[in-house]
């Protein structure tokens, strides 16, 4: 059973940064992608905003791209989010996931979500 443990979120001022983490239990080299999603306040979906493949190709969503940072150490089974110069509208649960097939779009296994609030 794959277990994703997301932590980081909190409540911070705009143009503050934030650095979410992403704990898999086992090493993350089995999954061709994983990547961070995100669930605006009220809304149904989630979006993604940042994947990174086995590889190390990165790719952002364009609201977030030269402000988000998605990077992975293998060694700790673990990726991150760098988030700077949050906005109010960044506000929203943020969701890790991982695919053993897909690279772009992973979605087979999912954590809990930590919530992240840009606010003044």
């Known amino acids: 059973q794959v277990q994703l443990v997301e932590s980081g979120g909190s409540s911070v001022q705009p143009g503050g940064s934030l650095r979410l983490s992403c704990v898999a239990s086992?090493?993350?080299?089995?999954?061709?992608?994983m990547g961070w999603y995100r669930q605006f306040p009220a809304g149904k979906d989630r979006k993604l905003v940042a994947?990174?493949?086995?590889?190390?190709?990165?790719e952002y969503e364009k609201s977030v791209k030269g402000r988000f940072t998605i990077s992975r150490d293998n060694a700790k089974n673990t990726i991150y989010l760098q988030m700077d110069d949050l906005q109010p509208e960044d506000t929203a649960v943020y969701y890790c996931?991982?695919?053993?097939?897909?690279?772009?779009?992973?979605?087979?296994?999912w954590g809990q979500g930590t919530r992240v609030t840009v606010s003044s």
């Open positions: 086992g090493s993350i080299v089995r999954f061709a992608g």
């Open positions: 996931a991982a695919d053993r097939d897909d690279e772009l779009l992973p979605d087979d296994y």
């Open positions: 994947v990174i493949t086995r590889g190390g190709r990165t």
